[in-house]
């Protein structure tokens, strides 16, 4: 029988979202718990009166709000379905079949399924012993056929950061015909002031590209709205190949309304970090080895015990997110969240 589909994509596996279960408390999918921003929900009951046209293609309103925000020029910015669409994009616009993508594994596991669909060439770097990126290896991975590096940071699922020091020596080893994508989907949750900004610290390397999003500390999941920051050319490039409309209507109004009441999210954040660090000394009574975090997640290196604890916790109506043969992540919850957890963890260990 002819086949219809490319071969080589039945050996990816799907992306694996987080378990939502009616009555239990989820804590799989790094979001933020605490509901829409002020002013969210009424941008988006004004947004639906106008849903029969079409949004702005160019984004125009959120892009100069944005560019305001990081003081970045317009021309840099592309905004996107989120920083998973964009880092899609970027190997679209940077790889053709063959070309390599670089990346620490375990990683975001997204970043296999993007270079696949491509029909790009994964190079997995392992982690350190601490759960961190080997920028060492991962520039000793480069060849002829690299063009473009992921570099999460902090990391998911483990929450690891990478530092100044380290970085500026990853990125002046790296040739400046190769694409380094700085994914920090969690900036917001850094405490470590020693973990670079990249729009600050990078913005000026013309091959270093910035994403975010307004996920998780913004508390817009719901609606895929990210960005990325990158040299105009590369900026450029990318918009040529974003799905057309991508972005809606009623996602650009509600971005705009969160960007307004960045006060509420900083707060926010700082309650999320406070929680982080309750959960974290406590989960280290529980399990060997959990490695420091910047984001609003802990990361339980539980191996081959990954599966068994997840499903023992959902016995217990607490979803976490397994990664099978390496460990378990787990949102940061409210604190009775982060409580119902601890409880279950401890009945599961």
Avoid at 152 to 161: I, Q, V
Avoid at 289 to 309: H, K, M, S
Wanted: hydrophobic share 45%; proline share 7%; with cysteine.
């Amino acid at each position: 029988m002819t086949r219809l589909t490319r071969a080589d994509l039945d050996a990816l596996p799907a992306y694996v979202p987080g378990k939502a279960i009616p009555g239990a408390i989820k804590l799989a999918s790094n979001e933020v718990p605490y509901g829409p921003l002020p002013g969210v929900v009424e941008a988006l009951t004004a947004a639906i009166a106008d849903v029969h046209r079409y949004p702005d293609m160019g984004v125009v309103a959120l892009r100069d709000a944005l560019a305001a925000r990081t003081k970045a020029d317009p021309e840099k910015i592309v905004t996107g379905c989120g920083s998973v669409a964009l880092a899609e994009h970027l190997v679209k616009a940077t790889c053709l079949p063959g070309d390599e993508v670089i990346y620490a594994w375990r990683s975001f596991e997204a970043y296999p399924i993007i270079v696949a669909s491509a029909g790009a060439t994964s190079v997995r770097v392992p982690n350190t012993k601490d759960h961190g990126h080997d920028l060492g290896a991962m520039a000793a991975a480069v060849t002829d056929r690299t063009r473009l590096i992921f570099v999460c940071n902090p990391n998911n699922p483990t929450g690891t950061a990478l530092r100044r020091a380290e970085l500026d020596r990853f990125l002046d080893a790296v040739p400046s015909t190769v694409l380094v994508v700085l994914d920090e989907a969690y900036r917001e949750f850094v405490t470590d002031p020693d973990v670079p900004d990249g729009l600050t610290a990078y913005g000026d390397r013309p091959n270093v590209v910035v994403l975010r999003t307004l996920s998780k500390a913004w508390g817009l999941a719901g609606l895929r709205i990210g960005y990325l920051v990158a040299a105009p050319e590369v900026a450029a490039a990318v918009r040529k190949v974003v799905t057309p409309f991508s972005t809606s209507m009623a996602a650009q109004a509600a971005a705009l309304a969160a960007l307004k009441a960045d006060a509420e999210m900083t707060r926010r954040a700082g309650l999320v970090v406070a929680e982080r660090e309750r959960l974290l000394d406590a989960v280290r009574d529980l399990v060997p080895g959990v490695p420091e975090t910047q984001a609003n997640f802990v990361w339980l290196p539980l191996g081959d015990d990954a599966q068994r604890f997840g499903q023992a916790c959902e016995e217990h109506k607490v979803i976490v997110r397994p990664f099978a043969g390496d460990g378990v992540r787990v949102t940061v919850g409210t604190p009775d969240e982060n409580d119902a957890f601890l409880e279950a963890a401890t009945k599961a260990l």
